[in-house]
């Protein structure tokens, strides 16, 4: 949407005026405060802030509910619903519902999520197609995409077109994860979910496809694995896979050892924390909406972070309520909960949940009249057109919502308990089923009120298990549900709350405390009155560190009577914390069986899934990892996601085991004498409007040369687009001169040469070209390479090919990488660090790519 300026009579703040008020706001955070007013605070196009803290935010959100509120009887009103959303305490409308609730200067959904999907008979090209079109589409309006892959046929079937077979599930991987990577959503990456089936022939395929470097970068992948798979593995038998993978009558049929495959997977998560684990037949099991699966609903795949299992064109929306806040005088001997406000609140949630399935289908009529407007021909706009029209009549029909908490973590502390132990994981399961029981009795008592979801049937429901759970804790209001029906066709999920937890100054979603104190750095000028210096770096940058105490922790040192205004050494800080309800309770510490058993427990009372993540130490071995899917399985987890201390980025490294890897890259130059023949990669970028294109040269997994052009042009190279990888050979002129070719296999599987690389890239482009490559060929690690490729000062003419040079070899930095002397744009931390070639701010999640 091309958004209007404001009009005179609108007040707007600056970005400075803005945070100066948040900042007060959140007492003094100047993290929340920058992810509020980068991220929440209601702007338009032109950069025009129309809110000044995020009391101006809980009142536009108030307003809107309250107006869909009064189409109904006995609505709250606005100042009962801001009571519930004011300071972040109670109930929080999660990312897309916080931004888009009352926001005229998007068209925009205020969906967190959604899946999309072909049946079985559309892997045709037009069909895949059509899923990348509806891809783009859906995260351009800021929503997550799942799909499954499934349904497309396994490398070599028989096709009815010029490649006489087709090239399987891997290549529509890339091509899906490189649309992600374009779509910009507010400064932020789309994100995507990929699932296929552990019965799908290329599942294997599937499985190694991201641990080659640079591919597949910009998608989630995760395995539904069904029971009879988990049982071969347990008995060490065969299972049969087969295409397609739910047909009675398959074309194409492959018995395989289990346990080899189960190995490949356990590998693969240990080393890059990838596949997650969906253990398809106890989310299929449980389900409710499944039960009304030959009328459209049932579930394919999830959303990105796996919580929301969802049918094709069904989508939505999250909220999370802040269980910190009903703990009453928290921290002390007399800390308790109070049960009867967090009924009444939950009850209050889920009402509100269902007024923003109206503000969403609001939305919804917008965009339609947004595609509608468009000067394009109806055909291009036929996809989008269709793609809403199908998600608006699921958002009708069924009216899903996505009840979660945050500050579970807290929680249990202010209660003195300890999170993983036997008593903190039945307080915690005591939760989600007094979740559970209110929101369904308020979904209940919502449509006796408003109606029930139109294709209620409890016939269909009367033998589903999570039903059957109800049944047995709440007889009254599972014959209340039998009398009214429901308004909802499924209310709960657990999700990870990101920035929602910055703002509430909380733990994150269900996770325990990451770390309750801990050390930062922050640069100073040494000449500065009064500066402390504590770190020189090896550039000379002069640092100070300070404390940096978790928001509940500082709370409990006031509490206890402990002085926060101390600089404490860390021996004082390590006692601190063994006096504290943490000690022993970080999500290093928790012990992973355990929580797997109390994911396990807490999804008995959960609808939809939970995102949870087991941390598990560096030197953990592959059997363990192993072990905990297997767990995870028995204790009836849906899915799980396994993160190996240092494994990916986003889990931190000691710093010595960096230094150490540092030194060892550092002593381990290629070879001076460049092989005649080299494994290369394509990457293909593009820069304002110029097109790129690299040719980079690989050798022992790193890059060894770059030769980087424009593609499709007089002075470029014209390659197929299907093209990723090749050879480069290097071969000898006639007049002693290096000449650099390159060779790939074309669709029928012959060799084409393209001769010359030199000569078909621009002058100027190819000597800096071999500057660069030097520098690779010596050692220099890559993000030093990028640092000196970002500093050079070159003509205007050529700035889009250095930036394009770099924004190449940004893939192959690994994981987990620290990015010196670099700020992030959204919160100014210097704590940035290389994820998936993109640079990652660890303090506020930010990710800037290119």
């Known amino acids: 949407m091309e958004s209007v300026k404001s009009s005179p009579t609108e007040r707007t703040y600056t970005t400075d005026e803005a945070f100066q008020a948040s900042l007060q706001y959140f007492r003094g955070d100047d993290l929340a405060a920058r992810v509020w007013v980068n991220k929440y605070a209601l702007k338009d196009s032109y950069g025009n802030l129309y809110e000044r803290t995020p009391d101006d935010m809980h009142h536009r959100i108030a307003g809107e509910i309250a107006r869909i509120e009064q189409r109904y009887p006995n609505p709250l009103s606005e100042d009962e619903i801001f009571d519930l959303v004011k300071d972040f305490k109670y109930i929080i409308p999660q990312g897309s519902p916080m931004t888009g609730i009352g926001n005229p200067y998007q068209i925009a959904s205020l969906s967190n999520c959604f899946v999309i999907g072909n049946n079985g008979n559309s892997d045709s090209y037009g069909g895949i197609m059509k899923i990348d079109q509806e891809q783009v589409q859906l995260m351009k309006r800021r929503g997550g995409v799942g799909h499954d892959l499934s349904y497309i046929r396994p490398k070599g079937s028989p096709v009815k077109n010029s490649a006489l077979t087709s090239t399987g599930i891997v290549p529509f991987m890339e091509r899906f994860s490189n649309s992600t990577r374009e779509v910009a959503q507010d400064g932020r990456r789309g994100a995507l979910m990929l699932s296929v089936a552990i019965r799908h022939p290329d599942s294997e395929k599937f499985i190694d496809a991201k641990l080659e470097q640079g591919k597949v970068t910009g998608a989630n992948v995760s ?29 194409h049929k492959q018995e395989i050892d289990a346990a080899g495959l189960w190995k490949k997977i356990v590998h693969n998560a240990w080393q890059s924390a990838e596949p997650g684990i969906l253990f398809w037949d106890t989310i299929i099991r449980e389900s409710v909406p499944d039960c009304y699966a030959d009328l459209g609903y049932r579930t394919i795949s999830t959303n990105p972070c796996g919580e929301i299992p969802l049918c094709a064109y069904d989508s939505c929306r999250l909220l999370a309520i802040n269980l910190f806040s009903y703990v009453e005088d928290p921290f002390t001997p007399g800390a308790k909960f109070n049960w009867d406000l967090f009924k009444k609140h939950i009850g ?287 204790a009836g987890c849906k899915g799980v996601t396994v993160y190996r201390d240092g494994s990916r980025s986003g889990v931190l490294i000691a710093a010595s085991e960096k230094e150490d890897k540092a030194e060892a890259a550092a002593l381990a130059p290629f070879p001076t004498e460049r092989p005649q023949v080299l494994e290369a990669d394509i990457v293909r970028f593009q820069n304002k409007k110029d097109k790129w294109i690299a040719f980079i040269g690989i050798l022992d997994g790193r890059p060894y040369e770059i030769f980087t052009g424009f593609a499709d042009d007089d002075d470029g190279i014209l390659l197929p687009r299907w093209v990723n990888e090749g050879l480069i050979i290097k071969n000898r ?40 490559s030097s520098t690779l060929r010596h050692g220099m690690p890559i993000e030093k390479v990028v640092d000196l490729i970002s500093s050079l000062q070159l003509d205007e003419a050529i700035n889009t090919w250095k930036a394009g040079v770099a924004r190449a070899l940004k893939r192959y930095i690994p994981d987990g990488t620290e990015a010196a002397r670099q700020k992030c744009l959204n919160c100014s931390s210097t704590n940035l660090m290389y994820q998936e070639g993109c640079l990652t701010c660890k303090d506020c999640g930010s990710s800037k790519c290119g």
């Open 733 to 772: 002129e006639n007049d002693g001169s290096s000449r650099y070719d390159f060779q790939y296999k074309n669709a029928r599987g012959y060799k084409t040469t393209i001769e010359g690389l030199s000569y078909k890239f621009n002058p100027e482009y190819w000597n800096y070209a071999k500057l660069i």
């Open 223 to 251: 395995v539904r694995i069904d029971d009879e798979f988990m049982r071969a593995v347990d008995s060490n038998g065969a299972y049969v896979q087969q295409y397609p993978v739910d047909s009675p009558e398959p074309t």
């Open 348 to 634: 209050a949630a889920q009402r509100m949940m269902d007024d923003i399935i109206d503000l969403e289908l609001e939305k919804v009529d917008a965009i339609l009249r947004k595609i509608e407007e468009d000067p394009e021909e109806e055909e291009v706009k036929r996809v989008e057109r269709n793609l809403w029209l199908n998600i608006q009549t699921k958002a009708r029909e069924g009216r899903r919502t996505g009840i979660g908490i945050t500050a579970e973590g807290d929680m249990l502390a202010a209660l003195g308990l300890r999170y993983g132990s036997d008593e903190g994981t039945s307080f915690s399961v005591e939760i989600h089923k007094t979740v559970a029981l209110e929101a369904y009795r308020s979904s209940v008592h919502t449509a006796r009120e408003r109606g029930a979801f139109t294709i209620f049937d409890s016939e269909r429901e009367k033998n589903n298990p999570f039903i059957l759970r109800l049944k047995e804790a709440d007889a009254q209001l599972y014959y209340e549900m039998l009398e009214y029906g429901r308004r909802n066709i499924a209310l709960l999920t657990i999700a990870p709350t990101g920035t929602t937890s910055l703002m509430s100054q909380t733990t994150s979603g269900i996770e325990p405390v990451f770390l309750p104190v801990y050390k930062r750095r922050r640069k100073v000028n040494p000449n500065d009155k009064d500066v402390r210096v504590d770190f020189v770096d090896e550039v000379g940058d002069s640092w100070e560190e300070y404390i940096v105490f978790h928001h509940r922790f500082r709370q409990w040192m006031e509490v206890n009577g402990y002085d926060i205004t101390r600089n404490y050494s860390q021996k004082e800080l390590d006692e601190l914390v063994k006096k504290s309800p943490y000690y022993k309770a970080t999500s290093n510490d928790v012990d992973y069986l355990k929580k797997v058993k109390m994911q396990g427990a807490i999804q008995k009372w959960v609808d939809h899934s939970i995102s949870v993540t087991i941390n598990m130490p560096n030197d953990v071995t592959e059997e363990l990892v192993g072990e905990c899917y297997l767990e995870a399985w028995k």
